[in-house]
C-alpha cells in the first residue's frame, strides 16, 4: 500500500512569500482540525499528503476560508496565520484518520514483528479516531477496506504487472478526491486526479522500499515487472514510470476550476511530484556505484 505520508508537498524555496504563507497556513489549520475532531495525539498524524486534499477542496469551495493569526500549543509563544474552521479541513481530518487506520492494518499483515508490534500499539491508540470517521465518512472508510483487500491479493499471487499493482490505491484516492465536490464536472476531473495522485503514491513508495524489498525479498512490482535488472538501470525505468504519471497528473490539476490557490496546486502537481520522484531516484546511489 502506497503510505501516503509525505511524497505530494511543494516545493517551498519556488513559491511566493504569500503562496507559502497560505500553504503554511493551511497545513496548520489541518493540524487543528485534527485535534478538535480526535485530541491532540492526532495532530501528530498530520502529513503533507492529506493537506494537499484539505488545499484542494479549500481551491473549490464557494466561499475563501478565513486566514488568521493564532496560537500552536507547540510553539505557544509565536501567533502563525491559521486557517479557520472549513469543511474540507474537517472532511481530510476524517480522510487523514481512515488513511492512517488502514495503513496501520496493511501493515499488521505485511510487516515484519517489531513494526507489526508497532502496528498493534497505533491500532489501540487510534481506533477511536477511526470509528468516529467512518461513522462520518462511511463510504470512505468501504473504499480503503476494499483497497486493502485488494492489494494484499494481488500482493499474494505476485502480480507483476504495474498498472493493476496500482489500482486498489488508486481507486480509493479516486474516491477520496470525488468526494470533494458535488458538481458533475469537478467531481469527475477529480475522481481522476485522485487516481492519479494513488498512482503515483503506490509507485513512489515502491520505489522507496526498492532496496529493501530487494534484499529481503518482499513483494515490489518493479522488481517483478523488470526482473534481473541492475540496479541503475531498475531506477531509470521506475522513474519513467513515475514521470509519465507525473505528466498525466500535471494536465489533469488544470482541468480544475478552483475559486483560490491555484499557483500552490500547480507547484505540488509539477515541481512537487518530480522532486519527491527524483529524491527517490537518487536514493543510495552512492551504495549502488
Request: charged share 30%; hydrophobic share 40%; proline share 5%.
Amino acid at each position: 500500500m502506497g503510505s501516503l505520508f509525505g511524497y505530494v508537498r511543494p516545493v517551498e524555496a519556488q513559491l511566493r512569500v504569500c503562496e507559502l504563507s497560505a500553504y503554511k497556513a493551511v497545513y496548520c489549520g489541518l493540524c487543528r482540525q485534527l485535534g478538535r475532531s480526535f485530541g491532540l495525539l492526532a495532530r501528530f498524524t498530520l502529513s503533507y499528503d492529506t493537506t494537499f486534499l484539505a488545499l484542494a477542496g479549500l481551491s473549490l469551495a464557494e466561499d475563501p476560508p478565513e486566514i488568521a493569526p493564532r496560537r500552536c500549543p507547540f510553539n505557544p509563544l509565536k501567533r502563525m496565520p491559521v486557517c479557520g474552521d472549513a469543511p474540507a479541513l474537517a472532511f481530510s481530518a476524517d480522510a487523514a484518520a481512515l488513511l492512517l487506520w488502514w495503513k496501520l492494518r496493511d501493515d499488521l499483515a505485511d510487516e515484519g514483528p517489531g513494526k507489526r508490534l508497532l502496528a498493534r500499539l497505533g491500532l489501540l491508540l487510534t481506533r477511536g479516531a477511526y470509528r468516529k470517521a467512518a461513522a462520518r465518512r462511511p463510504e470512505l472508510d468501504e473504499a480503503l477496506r476494499r483497497m486493502i483487500g485488494d492489494q494484499q491479493a494481488l500482493e499474494a499471487r505476485g502480480c507483476a504487472n504495474l498498472d493493476e499493482a496500482a489500482e486498489p490505491t488508486a481507486a480509493a484516492l479516486s474516491a477520496i478526491f470525488a468526494a470533494l465536490s458535488e458538481e458533475k464536472d469537478q467531481r469527475r476531473v477529480l475522481e481522476r486526479l485522485g487516481y492519479l495522485l494513488g498512482r503515483f503514491v503506490y509507485l513512489a513508495d515502491a520505489l522507496d522500499d526498492l532496496e529493501r524489498d530487494r534484499e529481503k525479498g518482499r513483494y515490489n512490482p518493479f522488481l517483478l515487472t523488470h526482473p534481473g535488472a541492475e540496479p541503475e538501470e531498475l531506477k531509470k525505468r521506475c522513474l519513467g514510470s513515475l514521470y509519465l504519471t507525473i505528466g498525466e497528473t500535471e494536465r489533469t490539476g488544470r482541468l480544475l476550476e478552483t475559486r483560490r490557490f491555484a499557483p500552490i496546486l500547480e507547484n505540488i502537481l509539477t515541481l512537487g511530484l518530480m522532486s519527491q520522484a527524483d529524491r527517490l531516484a537518487g536514493k543510495g546511489a552512492e551504495k549502488d556505484g
